[in-house]
């Protein structure tokens, strides 16, 4: 029996199971089932207004279920894609819940549809490129964001008994909430890993690449392994582009020749703020061990990195007090020079 079958066939039980037990539709320990029509009047027939995105596997709109603003993503009719996506993230997101990865609310098992949490700030893509004159994200922000991803994957990567590979990091799939807390989307590339086999690290071998070229591990086009190592890889090129804002294509090359120059400080993103440039050069140089070309010279995300970026974010609440603390001074200026000299 297909993952998908298996998937509808647990969905349909325990749909049962709740009409059984009671009149409400949430379900135990997983999410709701809803029907077509009431997608449609969610979306006021799938206005045009209503359309947040569109993508190679369908269409995602805004609407209103039972007084709740959600993210409801329909798929093209006859897409394998769309179809794949809809089964991966109905098996890992109907199970698992972090701050920081997106909420599954429910499905549209007859259409495969998925109802989301709403996340009004956009992707991290769109505030890194100003879409539709947003403010850029300052780089408190940006050092804080960079932590919550990594704590994100550590969760996936270190769940039980079956790790996951999310496949597709990228800053087009991390929202972000009200008050830009950020959270992991798009499911549909993801992997489950065997942890089984403790004398080597698992994997999942495939022959079908897919995945954003720019921040796909270039191992993985040698071997056709998924590892936990394929999501370090992305996520050491979305600390370069937090950074720099800088075109993710030939990003870490960019990089990399600035670091032999001596002129790193000259990629920095000016639009994040005053950033003090021993942060931002750490944060830099992880990104560029993360990305490492080669696998095994990649840190461990779940120790090394979180570790670093704790730190990261510790000094830079720090840095932020401190100015708050002086901003209502008139010698503010001399203030945050020094501030940022002995940081």
Not at 5 to 26: G, H, M, Y
Not at 181 to 210: E, H
Request: hydrophobic share 40%; charged share 25%.
């Amino acid at each position: 029996m297909s993952e998908r079958d298996n998937a509808i066939k647990e969905v349909e039980e325990l749909r049962q199971l709740s009409q059984q037990q009671a009149p409400c539709r949430q379900f135990i320990g997983c999410f709701a089932q809803f029907s077509y029509l009431e997608l449609q009047d969610a979306t006021n027939n799938f206005d045009e207004s209503c359309k947040l995105g569109e993508g190679g596997f369908g269409v995602v709109y805004k609407g209103i279920l039972h007084k709740t603003t959600v993210a409801i993503k329909m798929l093209k009719d006859g897409s394998s894609q769309g179809a794949n996506e809809f089964n991966q993230e109905v098996e890992i997101l109907g199970k698992i819940r972090h701050p920081n990865l997106v909420t599954l609310i429910g499905a549209c098992l007859e259409t495969r549809t998925l109802i989301y949490e709403y996340l009004p700030n956009g992707s991290l893509e769109d505030r890194l490129k100003c879409k539709n004159n947003m403010l850029p994200l300052s780089w408190q922000a940006r050092v804080r964001i960079s932590f919550e991803i990594c704590s994100a994957l550590s969760f996936l990567h270190c769940s039980k008994p079956h790790g996951i590979v999310h496949g597709d990091l990228k800053p087009d799939n991390i929202l972000l909430d009200s008050n830009n807390v950020s959270k992991i989307s798009d499911f549909g590339l993801c992997r489950q890993l065997n942890w089984t086999d403790s004398a080597s690290m698992p994997y999942q071998w495939t022959d079908c690449l897919k995945g954003t070229l720019a921040y796909m591990d270039p191992d993985y086009f040698s071997t056709g392994k998924i590892t936990p190592k394929y999501d370090v890889y992305s996520f050491g090129i979305m600390l370069l582009r937090l950074a720099t804002c800088k075109d993710p294509r030939g990003i870490r090359n960019l990089v990399e020749e600035a670091k032999k120059k001596g002129t790193l400080n000259t990629l920095v993103d000016a639009s994040a703020g005053a950033w003090p440039f021993k942060e931002v050069k750490k944060m830099i140089l992880l990104g560029l061990r993360c990305s490492d070309p080669i696998r095994k010279n990649r840190p461990d995300i779940s120790t090394k990195v979180w570790k670093e970026l704790k730190s990261m974010v510790g000094i830079c609440f720090c840095i932020s007090v401190i100015i708050d603390i002086f901003s209502n001074f008139s010698v503010v200026n001399c203030v945050l020079a020094v501030v940022v000299y002995i940081t």
